[in-house]
């Protein structure tokens, strides 16, 4: 199985700063990476895809970058709906997994 | 508009199978390329895919609960169901399905999720 693993796992920031969660996965996924957000109690939502491909509706603050084995959700403005569980999740292969998650918390 | 909701008991006894039923609308799993899938998240934990049904009935399980697991569709019903067997309190979680494609196994929609509490 690829594990998946993302640090930190947790973080604290104001409104306004730039914040980069990594992933590294146990081997090279070839850019089959999603990121996702998850505020307590709801469902996740699905933020980029394909590494670096925006989802619809998803504003532009949110970038992904990253190859091969090492990936980075970088989210610049950080706005007050943005703090969430940020989880990224692997799907070059089954089974399919999921990074252990950052919590982004208000400083 | 695509939209999933879980379905299932919300108590089970251990030892006992779990059966959780995805009800969907918006698409079709008899479309190709369209896929759903199961994901657990234990109490303040993180998310764990548990299985994956394709269009064309390829599945796929996650490697330490498949001897535990059986996912099935009915495209008649737009319904995708899954059984967990001898049911543990460590399966206490709440439970999603989710849309996806079964090109990238990316998920962009989600339903409410359940919350399976596993005690006696």
């Known amino acids: 199985d690829i594990q998946m693993t993302q640090s930190p796992s947790s973080l604290s920031a104001s409104v306004g700063d730039r914040v980069t969660i990594t992933c590294r996965a146990s081997?090279?996924?070839?850019?089959?990476l999603a990121w996702y957000h998850q505020k307590p109690g709801t469902a996740p939502k699905l933020l980029l895809y394909?590494?670096?491909r925006l989802e619809s509706g998803v504003p532009s603050r949110f970038t992904g970058s990253g190859s091969g084995t090492d990936y980075t959700l970088t989210i610049i403005n950080l706005q007050p709906e943005d703090f969430a569980t940020y989880y990224c999740q692997q799907y070059y292969g089954t089974p399919l997994t999921f990074g252990g998650g950052t919590k982004v918390e208000i400083k | 508009q695509v939209t999933l909701r879980e379905s299932g008991p919300a108590l089970v006894k251990p030892t006992q199978t779990l059966t959780l039923t995805c009800t969907f609308s918006g698409f079709s799993l008899s479309t190709s390329g369209m896929c759903v899938t199961w994901i657990r998240q234990p109490p303040g934990k993180a998310l764990e895919w548990l299985a994956l049904?394709?269009?064309?009935?390829?599945?796929y399980y996650r490697t330490s609960l498949k001897t535990r697991l059986t996912i099935s569709k009915d495209t008649s019903k737009n319904q995708v169901v899954l059984t967990m067997t001898s049911m543990d309190p460590v399966d206490t979680a709440t439970y999603y399905c989710?849309?996806?494609?079964?090109?990238?196994?990316?998920?962009?929609?989600w339903g409410q999720g359940t919350l399976v509490t596993v005690s006696s």
């Open positions: 989710s849309r996806g494609y079964s090109s990238s196994w990316f998920f962009d929609y």
């Open positions: 049904i394709n269009w064309d009935d390829d599945k």
């Open positions: 394909a590494a670096s």
């Open positions: 081997q090279g996924i070839s850019n089959s």
